[in-house]
């Protein structure tokens, strides 16, 4: 699924054995079956099966990565924020950025400009 937003988000879900639910446009997208470890994004797991959602070992999850150049085999240093990941030695916890939001709608062709005030309903 693409997510259409102004700051270029995109659904990514499946590379090689690997998952990232939300990739940022502005960096890496790996192809289909790349291996390479370098989609980066929010929501994110390396050796896993993300088409039936199973993991392989708990050492790779985070949930927040920046945009990096950082593909596997020479990179040692991935970039993330917070320290909510997997133990896994080139996983390395940094600041966080902010906070994340994800809106759904069914319907909503839309979504306000930024700096608009939201409300609990939003009229499309």
Same mark, same amino acid.
Not at 20 to 47: Q, V, W
């Given at each position: 699924?693409?997510?259409? *937003?102004?700051?270029?988000?995109?659904?990514?879900?499946?590379?090689?054995?690997?998952?990232?639910?939300?990739?940022? *446009?502005?960096?890496?997208?790996?192809?289909?079956?790349?291996?390479?470890?370098? *989609?980066?994004?929010?929501?994110?797991?390396?050796?896993?099966?993300?088409?039936?959602?199973?993991?392989?070992?708990?050492?790779?999850?985070?949930?927040?990565?920046?945009?990096?150049? !950082?593909? %596997?085999?020479? !990179?040692?240093?991935?970039? %993330?924020?917070?320290?909510?990941?997997?133990?896994?030695?080139?996983?390395?916890?940094?600041?966080?950025?902010?906070?994340?939001?994800?809106?759904?709608?069914?319907?909503?062709? $839309?979504?306000?400009?930024?700096?608009?005030?939201?409300?609990?309903?939003? $009229?499309?």
């Amino acid at each position: 699924a693409v997510v259409s *937003t102004q700051s270029g988000h995109y659904g990514r879900g499946a590379y090689g054995n690997n998952g990232c639910r939300i990739a940022l *446009t502005e960096g890496h997208l790996s192809g289909a079956n790349e291996n390479d470890d370098n *989609t980066h994004g929010l929501g994110n797991d390396y050796r896993c099966n993300p088409l039936d959602n199973t993991r392989i070992g708990s050492l790779w999850p985070h949930d927040v990565s920046n945009i990096q150049d !950082c593909p %596997l085999g020479s !990179c040692n240093h991935v970039r %993330l924020q917070g320290t909510d990941h997997g133990s896994g030695s080139s996983l390395m916890s940094g600041p966080v950025y902010g906070s994340y939001a994800i809106y759904v709608s069914m319907d909503a062709h $839309k979504f306000p400009e930024p700096g608009q005030q939201l409300a609990q309903e939003i $009229k499309v």
